[in-house]
Structure formats: C-alpha cells, structure tokens
C-alpha cells in the first residue's frame, strides 16, 4: 500500500520504506520539505483476509499485536492527519509505527 500525501511542502509515505524517511528528510529538509513514514503493521484488508479464518495462524499473529486486534485500514488516519497538518511542521524524518505495538513485542 503507498499513499503519498501533499500539503505544501510535504510527503508523507505510508509502506514498507521506512528506513528511507531520515535519509531523504535530511537530503530535502534544507528546501522546506518534511518527510515522514508510517509504518503500518498488519492491516485487515482483502490481501490479509486469507490468513485471519486459519485459527492458528491468526492467534499466532495476534499474539505479536498487544493490541489484540487486526488493525483497521482507519487507524492510520490520525496520524495521516496530524502528519499532513501545520502541527508536524517540525517532525521530519521519522517513522511513526501504527502498529498496535508489533515491534513492541
């Protein structure tokens, strides 16, 4: 999944690339450009449907999510938000994890 968020001078990328975001926030941070990732964790979405009837293999992921639950494909809206508003103006180059806690575990 990627989706690319433009509000002036801003990008926000949400996907699997988020040891890039420091590197390219550091290259375009001197041209006004912040960059940030989320990281989102395991969505339940029709490419993960397969996995979440299976018993075993759904307990076995969700034991690694002390959330306890699937995450939604709305979850990362807050932070998308805050990510694309005036209120991150000075966060750049970081990774935010909306993940239920996965790497927590």
């Not at 959330?67 to 966060?91: C, E, I, K, N, Q």
Request: glycine content about 12%.
């Amino acid at each position: 999944m990627k989706a690319v968020v433009y509000r002036g001078a801003r990008t926000l990328e949400i996907e699997s690339r988020a040891a890039e975001a420091p590197a390219l926030a550091k290259e375009c941070g001197g041209r006004g450009v912040n960059i940030n990732d989320i990281a989102p964790g395991r969505i339940a979405t029709d490419n993960t449907e397969a996995l979440r009837p299976e018993p075993q293999r759904n307990q076995a992921i969700l034991g690694r999510i002390p959330a306890g639950r699937w995450r939604r494909a709305d979850d990362g809206a807050g932070a998308t938000v805050f990510l694309a508003s005036p209120a991150s103006d000075h966060v750049d180059g970081n990774v935010l994890p909306v993940d239920g806690e996965w790497p927590g575990r």
